[in-house]
């Protein structure tokens, strides 16, 4: 597998469990309807771990375009390697929340509440207030990107198919993004990844869902340059303290 397609696979898998676990918690008539704010984080958690351990092998498993910015900014990661990685996890998300769209279509129809229906694709906010929200997802993902070079010793490995992290180690990083979602989530959903966020949410705007309203635009800023400036902090005090 080319990192290309680890990148696009494994964030496909990311976004269709951890969307997926949204989807069966908020949509009308699902056997998980309810289940809480738990369920969501843990469900997240694990698809953070499945997603990780298809595409460390090929790539490094970024998954997130907050990653491999702060993995160039630090050196880790090969500036001709940060467009092809983030169109792979843009591309990938996007496959991610249509296959969740396609499981869950009845649920999303019979669903009443356009707020709820965009929950299942993207991130908002619990209170809306944007420096205080940019903040919230520029925190969330420091957290994510600094504790991650730890996790890799922000090592590089070269082979004949690929240049990337060296094994993030898939429970680590699961647990982390499971503690960054109970202790950290609770003001904007911790996007803490601009794919995660902007793919799905552009799928929601396209696709035909019953009783769906806007795509909360004027918002989807804020997950992306939130997490963006977030891994910057972090690759910069990571270069200063290793």
């Known amino acids: 597998m080319t990192p290309f397609m680890a990148e696009l696979t494994g964030t496909a898998t990311l976004v269709l469990l951890g969307n997926g676990v949204v989807a069966n918690v908020v949509l009308t008539g699902t056997k998980g309807q309810n289940a809480g704010w738990i369920v969501i984080t843990t469900g997240w958690a694990l698809a953070v771990y499945v997603g990780v351990v298809i595409a460390t092998p090929f790539s490094g498993a970024h ?6 910015f702060a993995m160039a900014i630090a050196g880790k990661l090969a500036w001709s390697s940060v467009l092809p990685y983030i169109i792979a996890q843009m591309a990938g998300a996007m496959a991610g929340a249509f296959l969740v769209w396609l499981m869950y279509r009845d649920h999303f129809n019979r669903t009443s509440d356009p707020a709820l ?37 922000g090592e590089i490995i070269e082979s004949k198919t690929h240049i990337g992290l060296g094994s993030i180690g898939a429970l680590p990083v699961a647990l982390l993004v499971w503690s960054i979602g109970l202790s950290l989530g609770g003001t904007t959903g911790y996007a803490i990844n601009p794919a995660r966020d902007l793919g799905p949410r552009l799928m929601h705007s396209f696709l035909p869902i019953k009783n769906k309203k806007n795509s909360d635009w004027n918002y989807s800023w804020i997950p992306v340059a939130g997490p963006l400036l977030g891994g910057l902090l972090a690759a910069l005090v990571y270069k200063v303290f290793s």
């Open 63 to 68: 998954l997130n375009p907050a990653v491999t």
């Open 117 to 153: 229906q965009l929950a299942a694709f993207s991130t908002s906010p619990a209170i809306r207030d944007n420096v205080s929200n940019l903040l919230s997802e520029g925190i969330g993902t420091f957290v994510l990107v600094f504790t991650v070079f730890y996790i890799t010793g």
